[in-house]
């Protein structure tokens, strides 16, 4: 468990802005290991596609969770916005050509087809996705100012040990780093076919322009900055849980109160308001 400086327990909800492809699952065994039933994957009450996360969604996840110090989720987007002071929020973001390859890899293994390629690229909402769930639209200037002046902490996929061994230091609650690797995709061949195309990488990069200049402003300013603020860290690897070994006790309360709770609440909460 670490003990960095700044930890401590007034009741603050750290918020994981969790985009998609960026080694959210890691992070999430994380947090369910490390606060057990103060740890919730959120959703919004209202189910439309693409609904962030707001105030009144966290009323609820805060009547069913009473020590509620932590929550994660795809849907907390714009979270400066939609949540303002009642969550400290932070992220993971990833290189934006692997990562819209990774997220297009896993629609297909979801049951679509290689030849959506051309589908998924023409929609702008794919386009610079990582920029619009900080920012809430494709503006780099607002996604630089909020990840430096209102995120307490942005890592990168690329540099997950050394991003975690510094999340573990400005967190605000103990953490436990132990994880098992659960979300890896059974097949690679998808990507591996999408980046011998030089032509698709060319137009994935078009894509993500916005995504590919917030990108090197962390990797080269902001997450150098956080690190030096934190005096150091480490980028030994993390210890890890093998995969054919049960998970740990308090990561499986987190899972079994989640689905037998929240879920069932948030069920129930859609139905009163006539949500299908």
């Known amino acids: 468990m670490g003990d960095g400086p700044g930890q401590r327990d007034d009741g603050s909800v ?5 985009i998609q492809k960026t080694a959210g699952t890691s992070m999430k065994f994380i947090l369910k290991h490390s606060f057990g039933m103060a740890h ?5 009450i209202d189910p ?8 009144e969604d966290l009323a609820l996840v805060r009547r069913l969770y009473p020590r509620l110090r932590s929550i994660s989720g795809h849907e907390i987007i714009e979270p400066t916005r939609h949540l303002g002071a009642a969550v400290m929020p932070y992220t993971m973001l ?3 050509v692997r990562r819209m390859m990774s997220h297009f890899q896993d629609k297909i293994v979801r049951g679509g087809s290689v030849d959506d390629i051309e589908r998924y690229l023409a929609d702008p909402e794919q386009h610079d996705f990582q920029v ?4 809430g639209a494709p503006d780099l200037d607002k996604a630089r100012e909020l990840l430096a002046g209102h995120y307490f902490f942005v890592g ?3 540099r997950f040990e050394t991003s975690m061994r510094l999340f573990e230091r400005v967190c605000p609650y103990p953490l436990d780093l132990r994880y098992q690797t659960r979300n890896e995709a059974p097949d690679d061949s998808i990507r591996r076919r999408l980046e011998g195309d030089s032509g698709l990488l060319d137009r994935i990069r078009k894509a993500n322009r916005l995504d590919e200049a917030l990108y090197r402003f962390v990797d080269q300013e902001l997450l150098p900055a956080q690190i030096a603020r934190a005096g150091g860290v480490t980028d030994a690897p993390l210890p890890r849980y093998s995969r054919g070994r049960p998970p740990p006790l308090r990561f499986v309360m987190s899972r079994l109160y989640h689905r037998g709770i929240y879920r069932s609440a948030l069920k129930r909460e859609r139905r009163r308001r006539g949500y299908a």
């Open 14 to 18: 750290v918020a994981f802005v969790h």
């Open 40 to 44: 919730c994957d959120v959703n919004p």
């Open 48 to 55: 439309t596609p693409g609904r962030p996360f707001g105030l």
């Open 94 to 96: 990833r290189d934006p």
């Open 132 to 135: 619009r769930k900080i920012a």
């Open 156 to 158: 990168l996929t690329e």
